[in-house]
């Protein structure tokens, strides 16, 4: 979307979360590029979601091959809050099918053992029951991938589905993180790299960034029904889990990204990544000017 | 049709506890969910029995089971080693490629597996377990759990990557390599340190039957000794009808256990394994198997007094040897055992080094292998965990779970996430953030238990390289929280050595 038209819709966006409804707008072709919806049941959120965003068929097409990121990386059950939420994914998964993609991939790099977080997280088996393709990463599957305008990294090992996919729809958890004191859409990415990830740790902000310029989501849905507040992103305690049932949804990563931290309670200028980001023109991270369409279920 | 014959029914049996052995073998991965029990041949083998629990000075109910072995011989003789015996089966088929026809003369080194025998038992006695080393079934269990396996997973996976890699239906391989993880392997091919020498000795005692068939078991196995020793007093037995036997002397060509005497009457109680070869060859039928054996048709090979003295005494000597050669505490301050390992001494007495712990681990967290002298010259092959190739899962308690002589306790999962296998320590001649005044904390992310044990503290941080000021964040460990899974360690960016490690302090044993 061009900047001029995305700022744009934006404002005009804004106005109508003000006035509470999305709806004013009709059979408007612009849709809002941030959407945030509470209180409801998982699937009934992203459905939501999806609509406001114009509806699932603005991104999948017939015949896509869809690579869908949720994070699996711990070995934790889902109310843990350290993986995402299986619900979420598998509906996300139906809505691709229906929307007639081919194939729904679902992978992630784990840091525990692989079978222990796709089994205990459960997103495995509520993937397969929804009919996505899912994959254990091996380390054959990765190709050195050259990051062109990559200021701290120039190449890196790149999952080989982030190129056999021409969809990706990323699925992170919002939780605490003691690098980047949160983690949300940018770094889930990290689990579709390989190599010594460790590395990235080093100029962590920078890396994360060149990562993104390379695999580049089309839809980011940010899972915050329970969200990790402290001790992440491993956790292990409940009590540092807070249940938020919201979700924020949408096509500009970086204010997707802005928004969750917002949510979590932080300030999106402190989040040093979140700037590069936009500075690179990956999106915006003005949270006071650029305000989620959004949509609350009554209980 | 043709005529269900007595070695059908023999290699039918073989091959079904062979099957059975292997498919016990086959249940000690991640998730484990076992029909059968992986320690099921362990726990039936008397010598096993025996060693730990002479050695250990203590007595489990699971061992009872081993009873079946001892009174099993006193009525059908060897026949443990002709129809069950795992490993036996393994050596009848390679002998097939590999042996001489000529049966070959070994009459006088076969008393070495009876001398062996009172050596593990009388070193058991002075409370060394050592028998492992020639017990015929955790042998095999450590070279089909750990070795053959994985060598088959190494292969098998060669392949399905070389499909992947040259794009022939990579996805349908894919799928091939994940249903594959699902059951038999782990995700990724484990690493084995110090592997070499156990394989090595499993394919020598393959090996040797180039000298003559079945060399191990007639000459070599104290499992077999003792089996023979009780065999002396069994009731099914050989026997011939001297009148109708022509002395051809096409028995004793057939025994592999050359436990026919020159005059093809006499049989060797001790040695015979009731294959019932020698009844098929036999022309005229004057061979038969059963109850009433004359006792003057039996013999057996016995040990003499003076090498039962002399096996006494060199577990004597083998004995006082372990007991002055200590380890060095530099070395094994950082060989650290599984979780729920009980006491040193005690785990020395009891670990058998089937090495069923290191197989299931390596479906899971990877970090358990094979020592070398990390623990010292008493402790070869035990398990230790080496957190640079792995890390002990929060959530798996397996290793305990498996162990067959519970040298590691089993732990209920809370139980275990709360015991200490040591501290992490960081090496800040290495770590990151403190060599070069940069942020990592790589290893406090991965950190599992909560409240983390390792934290991170702001400080503002002159760094003489770039001549500025920056804020850097410090880990630390509480060491009260640290409970030394080594996932720090394992994770660490560091290419070699990491810059955090687990060392043996503050390890928690559990009482036995």
């Excluded at chain 2, 042996?99 to 009459?107: A, E, L, T, Y």
């Amino acid at each position: 979307m061009e900047r001029r038209k995305f700022i744009k819709t934006s404002i005009l966006l804004a106005g109508s979360a003000v006035l509470g409804s999305a709806h004013l707008f009709g059979k408007s072709t612009t849709f809002p590029s941030v959407v945030l919806i509470k209180n409801g049941k998982p699937a009934e959120m992203v459905r939501k979601a999806l609509d406001m965003l114009g509806g699932i068929s603005q991104f999948i097409s017939k015949n896509d091959i869809v690579l869908l990121k949720p994070n699996i990386s711990w070995d934790r059950a889902p109310e843990y809050a350290a993986t995402s939420n299986p619900e979420l994914m598998s509906e996300v998964i139906r809505l691709c099918y229906q929307a007639g993609a081919k194939n729904v991939i679902v992978l992630d790099n784990t840091c525990n053992e692989a079978r222990r977080c796709y089994k205990n997280s459960t997103l495995e088996e509520t993937a397969q029951k929804a009919g996505a393709d899912v994959r254990f990463v091996r380390d054959n599957h990765f190709s050195d991938t050259p990051i062109p305008n990559g200021t701290a990294l120039k190449s890196w090992p790149i999952h080989n589905a982030v190129f056999e996919a021409n969809k990706i729809i990323n699925m992170p958890i919002l939780k605490h993180h003691g690098m980047s004191k949160v983690t949300i859409g940018f770094k889930n990415m990290m689990g579709l790299a390989g190599g010594n990830r460790g590395r990235l740790h080093l100029s962590f902000s920078q890396k994360i960034v060149d990562l993104n310029r390379v695999i580049v989501p089309q839809l980011t849905i940010v899972d915050a029904i329970r969200i990790l507040k402290e001790n992440g992103p491993q956790g292990g305690n409940l009590e540092d889990v807070i249940k938020m049932d919201t979700i924020i949804a949408g096509t500009d990563r970086v204010l997707v990204d802005a928004w969750s931290a917002k949510i979590f309670g932080l300030d999106p200028n402190k989040i040093e990544y979140l700037r590069i980001a936009h500075e690179a023109g990956m999106g915006e991270m003005d949270t006071d000017k650029f305000k989620p369409t959004q949509f609350v279920f009554k209980s | 049709m043709k005529k269900i014959t007595s070695k059908t029914w023999r290699k039918t049996s073989q091959i079904f506890f062979f099957l059975l052995f292997f498919l016990t073998v086959l249940q000690a991965t991640y998730p484990f969910e076992p029909w059968l029990p992986p320690e099921l041949f362990l726990w039936f083998d008397p010598l096993v029995a025996l060693a730990v629990q002479i050695a250990g000075r203590f007595f489990a109910p699971v061992f009872l089971l081993s009873l079946v072995f001892i009174l099993f011989p006193m009525i059908f003789g060897r026949a443990f080693c002709g129809w069950i015996c795992p490993l036996g089966t393994v050596i009848d088929a390679t002998d097939r490629l590999i042996s001489p026809k000529k049966i070959g003369d070994f009459r006088k080194v076969r008393p070495i597996k009876t001398f062996l025998l009172v050596i593990f038992l009388m070193l058991a006695l002075f409370g060394v377990q050592y028998s492992w080393a020639m017990d015929p079934l955790p042998i095999l269990w450590r070279s089909v759990g750990v070795f053959v396996l994985s060598f088959g997973f190494l292969i098998v996976d060669m392949i399905l990557n070389g499909f992947v890699s040259v794009g022939v239906f990579p996805n349908v391989v894919m799928d091939i390599q994940d249903s594959l993880s699902g059951y038999l392997f782990p995700v990724d091919m484990p690493n084995f340190e110090n592997l070499v020498i156990p394989v090595l000795l499993f394919f020598t005692i393959l090996g040797l039957s180039r000298i003559g068939r079945r060399f191990w078991c007639r000459t070599l196995c104290p499992l077999g000794a003792l089996q023979g020793i009780i065999s002396k007093i069994g009731l099914f037995c050989r026997k011939v009808d001297s009148e109708k036997c022509t002395a051809c002397g096409l028995c004793r060509k057939k025994c592999k256990m050359d436990a026919i005497e020159p005059d093809f009457i006499k049989t060797e109680k001790s040695e015979c394994v009731m294959c019932l070869s020698c009844k098929g060859v036999c022309p005229t039928n004057a061979i038969s198997f059963g109850f009433d054996s004359p006792k003057k048709m039996q013999t057996s090979v016995d040990l003499s007094k003076r090498s039962f003295i002399g096996a006494g005494a060199t577990a004597l000597v083998g004995a006082g040897l372990f007991a002055m050669s200590k380890p060095d505490p530099n070395r094994t301050s950082e060989a650290i055992r599984p979780p729920g390992a009980v006491a040193e001494s005690e785990f020395l007495k009891r670990c058998i080094r089937c090495e069923e712990c290191v197989r299931i681990c390596a479906t899971s967290g990877k970090c358990l292998q094979m020592s070398l002298l990390e623990t010292g010259m008493m402790g070869i092959w035990t398990p230790v965990a080496k957190f640079r190739s792995g890390h002990c899962e929060f959530n798996c308690n397996l290793c305990g779970q498996i162990c067959p002589t519970k040298a590691i306790q089993p732990l209920e999962l809370k139980e275990k996430q709360e015991i200490r296998m040591g501290t992490a320590i960081f090496i800040k001649d290495r770590c990151i953030p403190y060599r070069l005044n940069d942020n990592c904390i790589v290893c406090e992310e991965h950190c599992p238990v909560s409240p983390k044990a390792i934290q991170v503290d702001e400080k503002e941080i002159f760094d003489p390289i770039s001549g500025q000021k920056r804020i850097v964040r410090l880990p630390y460990i509480d060491p009260e929280l640290c409970i030394g899974c080594g996932i720090c360690e394992e994770k660490c960016p560091l290419e070699g050595k990491a810059g955090i490690c687990v060392v043996r302090e503050g390890e928690e044993r559990v009482p036995v």
